[in-house]
């Protein structure tokens, strides 16, 4: 197949899990004997990835627009959104033109306007989203409100402005990473009831399972890798962790923070990671590349978010490295975690309940041993980047026939 792929970031430009498995699939693709290229937004930030399967020099095109760059706050000016979705729509529809793929797949269209999913659909090309967070509920129009203000932007996003908004959409054919996440959309106005609930999957020969499953450093070595802000609810872990070292029964613990996020949340954790006994760490972001070696370097893994995450990356890293996990389960995560199975569950900000949870994996090493070798085993049947391309190489195939017919 010819694969356009329209991204809003791909590596080295990385904001998160979103681009770094865009890239793990492309890769994938490529590697199956697609010829793919991909289409994104210029501009340098956050860590480097070096993407190892596509020619940055020929395949990636980094010519659209972002509404506002990252890592700004977003400006929601609709004229601004109409002028860089007008100029998103024409570079797409150019590079449609000169690469005639068989078909488009859409990942993130965050700060891209819908104007490049616009000239997708326009193409008669097949077209595939990939959907993996709730980005594109921003672009819903204004639902009717009796204010001045509410009435304004429900006459400009429904009568004036429709191009902007997903009226300009169709969203036939998707796939989205769990069940949680598709009911979210469509409680925010965004009609994805037709889209294939397709869970990600990480290359787990990057990620090799530990030399000692259970065995437990002292003093404990306790890891959360992910953003930093107060949805994390990276807090929870940090009371948690000084909950335990203050039980003279069990070991010394180290919290290993990896990640950076809101500097005013990052400054908040500092306060509260010295006002206990836990040493807590912060290492800053770390590259993808670093990351399976300090995953082996730890003993257990915490997932302490507490809004509802469309799914995660890191759980299936920290599995796949052997690290018995605790997490809260109501999310997409909670579509595979299994309290008592693969995992211990919590509360989203239940501090004592994660507490608990951690304090009976360091006291068991019975259970700590069987929860990681269960859950290693699972991403290695179930989760892996080479089954998650294959399912969507198999919808982009669909699709094509579908548009041929």
Known sequence: MQILVISNLFPPDVLGGYEILCQHVVDELS???????????AGALGEKTPSLGLDPETHVHRGLELQTPFPDAPK???RLRRRVGKANASITRATIAKFRPDVIFLWSQLRLTVGPARAAE?????VVYAINDEHLAGYAPSTFDLSAKGIARYIIDNVLMRDITLHALRLRKAAIISRCLKGKLASRGVAAEAAAVIYQGIPIERFPVKEEIGKLHDPVRLLYTGQLHPYKGVHTLIDAAHALASNASLPAIRVTLVGAGSSTYEDTLRRLAASGPAAVRFTGRKSHEELPAIYRDH???AFPSIWEEPFGLTQLEAMASGLPVVSTANGGQGEVLRHGDNALLFQPGDAAGLAESLGTLIRDGGLRTRLAKTARDEVAKHFTVRRYARQLEDLLELSIKEVAQ
């Open 76 to 78: 929601h000016l609709r």
């Open 299 to 301: 003993d257990l893994f």
């Open 122 to 126: 326009a193409s008669q090309v097949a």
């Open 31 to 41: 590697a199956r004997g697609h010829d793919v290229h991909v289409l994104t937004a």
